[in-house]
């Protein structure tokens, strides 16, 4: 039974991470460099002859490079290790999606490992609490399978972590202790070096705290020994990284025989040149005032488990060697000026792996007195809170992704779309996608699921043998030959105010259909979160302008309650995503049920007054002019 229990406990986490992907499946604009390289080198192969100039024709990295170059590591891994499952789909958009679950169950398995040293350290009930405080913290959860730079780093940290916390335990053997204490270092220092260089910090802090650890204890041949073992690791690990970062992206980034090391390159622009501060700058306090509250969602976890842990004498050593370390990075990283929440996500695990034995003590005592079965309900009680917290921000989140779901709404149309053979028998069917829509979803996997007029029904891609990936080949048919789909992603405004320049085009989205010079017909137009709504009574959900959404947005605005825009449908059959994915079968349903109760407590308990979600037009699909055709 007990493994049993284990088990379910097990798919918690990548259960809860894939439910994140699936809802919200495109990427954004920080994502884009992973994503669109994991498409390459799964699209074109790794060229072998004509290196710089197959790069250069095929390689979205060559044409936006972005401001630093970043290491195609992470991507060559996660290309590799999809590859083998390409052949049973049928689509680039699950491709995608494919990848991106392969980077959330390495790092749900990740996690998992973590909760098995969480379960020796401090006992099985305590793992499984950990499981549970993880999996309704949002942003972990969500981006978890985000092609960040930081989201590969995040595996490698929580390992380290893993390991570390097993080093620091006095029930490990010395021997193992060692060796755990040397792969920390190890995975820290080569994951700092090849994906995100402030690890270097936490190494710092990691190392800061086991030395005071050792001379509070042995005075100076303590620190003596555990600095012959240490620098060895942390050397051996920078060595590793470098030997895998400097020769892949020498290669990819075409500047051999001058040595790349992206990360370098990075902290230079970022950190010594002070080029971070142009993205923002943030008070010294932010981390710790607002970020982590936001990461651990759960005010219990910060305001009581962790005090409790670090008071609670079973738990107090292993609990602190978490703590205080992580805190440490965090308090160094706050010195410089730009601050974001993922550059300090890799402490979220270690963090709440401190809260949960202590959340596994209160429960563990709940049928003892009044005062602990108190406690245990509000545990319950603020973890279910965190869940539903999370399911909102989920609900948000999924709908800024406007440029996804408008490409997506693109091809749908152009599917069904007489002008479309218009445009095949002329050659190619050519989009102009503006800014808006290039940050906020659309990537080479969607561009090539456009409707490929003549595939074989239900295909629109095969793997060829030498490991590339191509399209059905063109065939006449009633409707002529396969269109051949181009994108035009111009930004430049002495181009873009051209007549000329909107000629070629038989399709465009834009966030303002004023901008496209020539006769457009509006063919659909995608919303995305606008802001919070206050409704009051007599205002109801799914009007054309509820409270102040018509003060600061454009017609076409609506208020939709959470529920609804989570599971789509609910009122009126509006897929609050504008992708299609909630509408119909046992989401509707869902949708519909909750829908319900929540009509029944506004009206029963908050006499009319709720709180719902703005949704805006944010990019319009824009086609041509039946008159111009």
């Known amino acids: 039974m007990r493994r049993l229990n284990d088990f379910c406990f097990s798919l918690i986490l990548p259960t809860t991470i894939l439910l994140h992907l699936f809802w919200a499946p495109y990427t954004k604009v920080e994502e884009s460099f992973n994503i669109q390289a994991v498409h390459d080198i799964l699209a074109h192969g790794i060229p072998t002859a004509n290196v710089q100039e197959s790069l250069a024709a095929n390689y979205d990295h060559v044409s936006f490079p972005g401001s630093v170059p970043r290491t195609f590591v992470g991507a060559l891994v996660l290309s590799g290790l999809s590859r083998p499952f390409v052949r049973f789909l049928t689509s680039p958009a699950q491709v995608q999606l494919l990848v991106r679950a392969i980077l959330g169950l390495y790092n749900a398995a990740a996690l998992l490992a973590f909760r098995a040293a969480i379960a020796r350290v401090f006992g099985p009930l305590a793992g499984n609490c950990f499981v549970v405080l993880q999996a309704t ?350 994108y035009d992603k111009t930004t430049s405004p002495s181009t873009t105010l051209s007549p000329a320049f909107w000629t070629r085009f038989s399709y465009v989205i834009s966030e303002n259909p004023a901008l496209a010079i020539g006769a457009w017909d509006v063919q659909a137009s995608v919303r995305g979160f606008g802001g919070i709504a206050i409704l009051k009574p007599g205002e109801a959900f799914g009007e054309a302008h509820v409270g102040d959404v018509k003060a600061d947005s454009a017609p076409g605005g609506r208020v939709v309650s959470f529920v609804e825009l989570l599971f789509g449908g609910g009122r009126g059959g509006w897929d609050g995503r504008g992708d299609g994915v909630g509408e119909g079968g046992v989401l509707r349903m869902v949708g519909d049920v909750i829908v319900a109760g929540e009509e029944w407590v506004r009206q029963r308990v908050t006499r009319g007054w709720w709180v719902g979600v703005k949704m805006v037009p944010r990019l319009f699909v824009l086609g041509r002019a039946r008159s111009g055709v």
């Open 137 to 486: 913290q949002f942003h972990v959860m969500y981006y978890a399978s985000r092609t960040l730079p930081n989201t590969f780093a995040l595996g490698m940290s929580t390992l380290a972590l893993r390991a570390y916390l097993l080093a620091s335990s006095a029930a490990t053997p010395a021997p193992s202790r060692r060796r755990s204490l040397r792969l920390a270092l190890y995975l820290l220092t080569a994951a700092g070096v090849v994906f995100r260089s402030e690890l270097a910090l936490l190494v710092a802090a990691l190392v800061a705290w086991d030395l005071a650890k050792r001379v509070a204890a042995a005075g100076f041949p303590g620190a003596t020994s555990y600095l012959r073992l240490a620098i060895p690791a942390g050397l051996a690990g920078a060595v590793v990284g470098l030997a895998l970062s400097v020769p892949v992206d020498t290669f990819f980034w075409r500047t051999w025989p001058t040595p790349l090391w992206p990360e370098w390159a990075a902290f230079a622009y970022n950190t010594l040149q002070g080029r971070s501060a142009d993205w923002g700058v943030s008070p010294w306090h932010h981390y710790f005032a607002s970020a982590l509250p936001r990461l651990l969602l759960n005010p219990l976890t910060y305001g009581v488990l962790l005090p409790l842990a670090l008071a609670n004498p079973a738990s107090r050593a292993p609990a602190r060697d978490l703590v205080v370390p992580s805190l440490g990075f965090v308090a160094a990283f706050s010195a410089l000026p730009h601050k974001e929440w993922r550059f300090i996500e890799y402490v979220v695990p270690a963090l709440t792996g401190a809260a949960a034995p202590s959340a596994a003590w209160l429960w563990a005592r709940r049928a003892k007195t009044p005062a602990y079965r108190l406690a245990a309900l509000a545990l319950v009680a603020s973890v279910l809170a965190s869940a539903a917290a999370s399911a909102a921000l989920l609900a948000v989140s999924a709908s800024n992704y406007p440029g996804g779901a408008a490409l997506a709404r693109l091809h749908a149309l152009a599917a069904q779309d007489d002008a479309l053979a218009h445009a095949a028998a002329a050659g190619n069917v050519s989009v102009h996608l503006d800014n808006l829509a290039c940050q906020t979803g659309v990537t080479r996997f969607l561009q090539d699921a456009a409707p490929r007029l003549g595939a074989p029904s239900g295909q629109e891609w095969r793997l060829r043998p030498d490991g590339g990936i191509d399209h059905f080949p063109s065939q006449q048919t009633q409707q002529g030959p396969n269109a051949h789909w181009h």
